[in-house]
């Protein structure tokens, strides 16, 4: 049982927002769900979750860039979650400045928040980006830092930030740094629902660079991660990888998508998917011995079993994906 109380979640409309949102209101936690602010009152993709539960998870709307929200929805929180960010990085090639403010200056509202009302405990949410690609395997947590993109470089100035308040004013900080999540929910900006949408729905799958390696983990795993930083007093002021410790080329990945799907479907390559060539990580492979010693994890869902149940869900909610549109 996770020792956190009342647990604000920042980015909780989100695909890994959601599903830790889920899983504190399952263990009993009070949930705060900070949800940026849109004129339908779209809770994101908390909508998905049973009714009762979300009757008891307070949804508070607003944006991070506004540090007076921030500093009201973190009143009486025991734990801060930070996933709140804007993660496309085709769209951080558009819109940098955005990136930057909502990771950056997001990031910096939460940490003097927290330092304000005494939170217990800043989870904060770094990514496998901001590793750029390898230049060693498998990538422990003292590999250099690369921004290969805006938004790997908004991370890594959002990382340091909370290294800073730390190391300053003794915030209690953990940094969890998930290397690829997929798994029900997520968005087909993401490569593996692209490839599932398309297997199941036409004969063609349309792919940028086949030959990047990713390091995946199912949602659930990742979460577990993120609860473990939360009770775990040896994780205050550590970066943690939440690695599956393999990689996968995507078009390997792709083929094993078909396979499961069972249908015949051949793969191209679509140009206009392709990232910069200096931008494209193109390998991933995490090491997650200190997610182990400290937090006491390890991946328990299979790469087989996790893109299974990823195709069961995409299934039955098809109608929700566009699989003729390249969403970046």
């Known amino acids: 049982m996770v020792s956190t109380n009342t647990a604000l979640v920042t980015g909780a409309g989100g695909f890994i927002g959601s599903h830790l949102v889920e899983a504190l209101a399952a263990r009993g936690s009070r949930v705060r769900a900070f949800v940026r602010y849109n004129g339908r009152g779209d809770p994101g993709l908390l909508r998905d979750l049973p009714s009762d539960m979300r009757a008891q998870i307070e949804i508070i709307f607003g944006d991070l860039r506004d540090s007076h929200a921030v500093h009201e929805a973190t009143r009486g929180v025991d734990t801060i979650f930070h996933l709140g960010a804007l993660i496309a990085i085709p769209y951080s090639y558009v819109h940098p400045r955005e990136t930057v403010e909502t990771n950056i200056i997001g990031t910096l509202n939460v940490l003097e928040a927290a330092r304000a009302h005494g939170v217990r405990r800043v989870v904060h949410t770094s990514t496998s ?13 003292d590999h250099p830092l690369q921004g290969q993109s805006p938004y790997s470089a908004s991370k890594i100035g959002a990382d340091k930030l909370v290294e800073s308040f730390h190391l300053s004013f003794g915030v209690p900080t953990v940094t969890v740094r998930p290397f690829n999540t997929y798994g029900p929910r997520q968005s087909a900006r993401a ?6 949408t398309q297997a199941l729905t036409r004969s063609v799958v349309r792919l940028g660079d086949l030959r990047p390696t990713r390091d995946l983990n199912y949602v659930s795993d990742t979460v577990a991660g993120f609860l473990a930083a939360a009770e775990r007093d040896q994780a205050i002021g550590q970066v943690i990888n939440l690695a599956n410790n393999d990689e996968i080329s995507i078009g390997e990945l792709s083929e094993k998508i078909i396979a499961l799907v069972g249908r015949q479907v051949t793969i ?5 998917r392709l990232r910069p060539e200096t931008s494209e990580v193109f390998r991933l492979h995490g090491d997650n011995r200190l997610a182990h010693e400290l937090l006491g994890w390890k991946p328990l869902v299979s790469l087989d079993e996790g893109l299974r149940r990823t195709i069961d869900w995409i299934a039955q909610h098809i109608d929700r994906y566009d699989p003729l549109h390249y969403q970046v």
């Open 129 to 141: 980006e901001v590793y750029g690609t390898a230049r060693f395997v498998p990538i422990t947590e």
């Open 191 to 196: 490569v593996i629902p692209t490839i599932i």
């Open 268 to 272: 191209e390559v679509d140009e206009s």
